[in-house]
């Protein structure tokens, strides 16, 4: 009898998949049993070449080499998973291994790993593809009762093949032409350059701000507070409030009353998911892909890597079914009306449906899961049923005061029916108040603050409680005595630093209106790729998160508005991404031949090389400015200053250092931040909140004690506080 040989992405996965489909006899390597064998990839087994295994002259990086064209493009096994690849090329060549089932991930890299490593095995027996969301029990038996045919997913191959060599050229040549014009590494990418200009020019925008200073008249009359047009023009605002107050009364002008609705939100997407973790939890947007990612493998999630906020038409039942046990596990006794024809729209859904917990939700144990994990859960919960709930209903009241010639405007509203927010409200608590996305207008929105916060609105419950006590208080032509008029100052402020939430939308939003509705993605980057994006950026120098608490702001440094500066537009825009998403489009859809969109990209590079010329005045803009003094070093006295990875003592004979990437921190779950190094370096301690154990995954308070040897080398003990609040070891 031959055997057919599943191939997955993880160890995990193909031990999960193996239990469905009864392989249950450990092998070396591989799992075996009821006519399968189930093996697995861990992650990128066979990658592109380097440069110079194309032709040693390129380990020297020079300019006069480039364009850098590879022709054909070669692949290596990398040395750290020679092992395994070699066990899977084993498993291929086994006469009695009839056919293969493709059982990667479910997308685009998924995809491109299995290609590779059976490319890479000069395998040519037939395969399959499993194509799931989910991996419970019920969605694996599903897809293998109906896979796929490979030949649905060559042309998703063939494009993503596209795509990552047109990156390796860009990324390659690129980084080559400007690092040796500017004689330093300056990493180049089709998308990470383009993210880091738009922090950039945020940046710029903020430095270039000057604030203005803003009057507004505010008056109290009938209890209410209401507020004026904002002028800079001090004077003016001084002659209209002598005016008010010598009035002594307002005219209710206008009082409105509309009925209004917010409509429930959508299910989560991956960029969504990461935006929300962020806002609410502080979670940047690669822990929240890797928290996703774990629970889809523990088979409590479905599939992240999804860019669509809808579920197929024929997953009405199972919503159902689902929203009830989610209502259930949370402990929501009232109604969730379930509406599912909102979320369902089968034209929306392309590789994966939205984000959804799954069923073994609700007989898992919540006290055993780490707390990342029980916060991104209870997040999918909540929008799970916020979504198939009613509109949250509302009355809306406008008030105009006249006095003088001014006019005051106050406004209130009453939620009439509370809808999807009672739910979502139930199972999130008080982060439901911050859940709510700031729009598009107020993330780029240069905003006006005034010194008192209480003058930038009105108190709408004195409204609501005037109009409960008497519906016609606020009648139209009616006169109130003005109790109180004063001048309030406030001054403009700049667009606010991105955070990871709104970068990751402006990433979403940046190139779209160049991008064909039909395209599988749009904006910079794809949900799956945006964090590590962010990552890299953050790792090789070019930005900083900066903040305190749970809100972190992305700052560029230096070196990264440098390297921005001397960027050309078409590398530095959003454009290029945009062009290259319509022709890979034609490529998946078959209108468009591998090979010329190719080309396209050799063309845009060569020109690149040849015309592109050094900004004269770099060495100016480069120039970093001196890293100033943080504290002292214990080993020999000398400034501790910071550089871009770590905290180093600035006499070169000695061995001290504090590394920002330090495994004792990272094991108790922090980040070695400077005020923690500011700690350590004044008293030889510092007392943290919340570290986490990675076996148990609970948190405690504890004191780090820093001592150095003789080698001037830092050591780390830890120290508890005892329950009399004395320090035990």
């Excluded at 009864?22 to 990839?41: H, P, T």
């Excluded at 997913?153 to 047109?166: G, P």
């Excluded at 005020?675 to 990675?694: D, F, Q």
Aim: with cysteine; hydrophobic share 35%.
């Amino acid at each position: 009898m031959g055997y057919r040989l599943v191939i997955a992405e993880k160890p995990s996965v193909a031990q999960s998949i193996a239990k469905v489909i009864g392989a249950d006899k450990r092998q070396d390597g591989y799992l075996e049993g009821n006519g399968y064998l189930v093996s697995w990839c861990v992650g990128h087994l066979v990658e592109l070449c380097e440069p110079q295994d194309y032709d040693p002259k390129y380990e020297k990086w020079r300019k006069e080499d480039l364009p850098i064209f590879p022709e054909p493009f070669r692949y290596q096994v990398s040395t750290e998973t020679k092992k395994q690849f070699q066990k899977l090329k084993e498993l291929m060549e086994m006469d009695d291994v009839e056919e293969l089932i493709e059982a990667t991930d479910a997308g685009r890299e998924g995809e491109l790993i299995f290609r590779l490593v059976y490319q890479e095995a000069h395998c040519r027996k037939p395969f399959q593809r499993l194509w799931i969301s989910s991996m419970e029990d019920s969605a694996v038996r599903e897809g293998f009762r109906n896979l796929k045919p490979s030949s649905a997913y060559d042309a998703l191959y063939k494009a993503t093949l596209c795509r990552e060599r047109a990156d390796w050229l860009v990324g390659i040549n690129a980084t080559r032409l400007f690092s040796t014009l500017y004689r330093q590494t300056l990493n180049v990418g089709r998308v990470m350059t383009p993210t880091l200009a738009m922090l950039t020019e945020r940046e710029e925008e903020i430095l270039k701000f000057r604030p203005e200073p803003v009057y507004s008249l505010a008056v109290t009359a009938g209890a209410v507070r209401a507020v004026g047009n904002k002028t800079k023009d001090r004077v003016e605002a001084e002659r209209n409030l002598a005016s008010v107050k010598a009035a002594g009364s307002a005219i209710v002008s206008k009082m409105e009353q509309t009925e209004g609705e917010e409509k429930p939100p959508l299910l989560y997407d991956l960029t969504k998911l990461q935006r929300d973790a962020n806002r609410l939890y502080g979670f940047t947007a690669q822990q929240t892909l890797d928290i996703a990612q774990s629970l889809y493998e523990k088979k409590l999630a479905t599939y992240p890597r999804t860019d669509s906020r809808y579920l197929t038409n024929e997953m009405e039942d199972t919503t159902n079914r689902l929203a009830c046990l989610m209502k259930e596990k949370w402990g929501y006794t009232k109604l969730v009306p379930l509406n599912t024809k909102s979320v369902l729209n089968s034209s929306k859904v392309s590789d994966h449906h939205a984000i959804l917990p799954t069923e073994n939700v609700y007989d898992a144990v919540f006290g055993d899961l780490p707390a990342g994990e029980q916060k991104i859960l209870t997040l999918l919960a909540a929008r799970l049923l916020s979504a198939l709930g009613n509109p949250c209903r509302f009355t809306e009241y406008h008030l105009e005061l006249t006095a003088a010639g001014q006019t005051f405007k106050a406004s209130a509203k009453r939620v009439t029916d509370p809808g999807w927010k009672e739910v979502e409200s139930w199972i999130l608590g008080k982060r439901a108040e911050e859940s709510a996305e700031p729009s598009e207008e107020e993330e780029d929105q240069t905003k006006d603050s005034d010194a008192d916060p209480e003058a930038s609105g009105n108190d709408g419950s004195k409204i609501l409680e005037a109009l409960s006590a008497d519906p016609d208080y606020f009648a139209e032509g009616k006169s109130m005595k003005i109790m109180d008029a004063q001048l309030r100052e406030g001054t403009t402020k700049p667009k606010p630093r991105f955070t990871e939430s709104s970068l990751l939308s402006a990433m979403e939003r940046a190139g779209a209106s160049e991008t064909p509705d039909e395209a599988e993605r749009k904006g910079l980057g794809t949900p799956a790729t945006r964090a590590g994006i962010i990552e890299k950026l953050v790792r090789i120098g070019f930005v900083e998160r900066k903040g305190e608490r749970k809100t972190k702001y992305l700052v560029p440094t230096h070196k990264g508005i440098s390297l921005v500066t001397v960027m050309p537009e078409e590398i530095r825009s959003p454009l290029l991404t945009a062009d290259w998403e319509q022709k890979l489009l034609k490529v998946e859809k078959q209108e468009l031949a591998p090979e010329s969109f190719m080309k396209d990209i050799e063309q845009m590079i060569s020109s690149l090389v040849d015309t592109y010329e050094a900004v004269q005045d770099a060495e100016v803009m480069r120039r970093e400015p001196a890293p100033s003094k943080i504290g002292t070093c214990p080993a020999c006295g000398s400034d501790i200053v910071e550089r871009q990875k770590g905290y180093f003592c600035s006499n070169r004979d000695c061995h001290f250092a504090l590394w920002k990437e330090n495994r004792y921190f990272e094991a108790i779950g922090k980040k070695l931040t400077k005020e923690i190094v500011k700690s350590l370096l004044e008293s030889g301690r510092a007392n943290l909140t919340k570290c986490r154990s990675r076996k148990s995954g609970r948190t405690y308070d504890a004191s780090i004690c820093m001592t150095t040897g003789t080698d001037g080398k830092p050591a780390f003990r830890m120290e508890f506080p005892d329950k009399k609040g004395a320090k035990r070891k």
